[in-house]
């Protein structure tokens, strides 16, 4: 009878094991895409290659979306190998959110190389592409912090 007990116990082992591990996890989706589609209370997870090494840096930027469909569970920075001489190099940026209501919104997210980008952080406001000082050559400033849209549909 204590062999049968203990045969019961390992065999709910890996199912034990397998629900708490988040097999899974939320979906994740990069910058190659711009669809995404959820379920109320889901999460899922807005992802952008940098490179850390010439200061890139990743925000949301306004308009905001669209807090009856979605809203940030926070932000997190995953850096590449660091074995190199400055440190690593490259990294991945995550934005989490969660589907709290049907409808569909757009999540706008802003590259800022080093000095692109103003507002945001400390500043306040949205995190807009800065103006080129005068006599300076006059790249559009939206083609110097590049702006990915993805349309958000919670079902």
Not at 4 to 15: D, E, F, K, Q, S
Not at 122 to 134: E, F, I, R
Request: charged share 20%; net charge negative; aromatic share 8%.
């Amino acid at each position: 009878m204590r062999f049968v007990r203990h045969r019961a116990a390992w065999a709910l082992l890996p199912v034990a094991v397998l629900s708490g591990c988040g097999l899974g996890g939320p979906d994740e989706y990069e910058l190659g895409e711009s669809s995404v589609q959820a379920e109320v209370g889901e999460e899922f997870v807005l992802s952008a290659p940098v490179s850390l090494a010439m200061g890139e840096n990743w925000y949301i930027t306004s308009p905001d979306p669209d807090s009856g469909v979605v809203r940030s569970t926070g932000t997190d920075e995953e850096r590449g190998d660091d074995s190199g001489p400055q440190g690593a190099s490259e990294g991945t940026y995550h934005f989490r959110f969660e589907a709290v209501g049907k409808g569909t919104t757009k999540i706008r997210l802003i590259q800022c190389p080093y000095t692109a980008c103003t507002g945001g952080g400390d500043m306040g406001g949205p995190v807009v592409p800065s103006p080129v000082p005068s006599g300076s050559p006059t790249p559009d400033a939206e083609d110097r912090a590049k702006i990915h849209t993805y349309t958000v549909t919670v079902k």
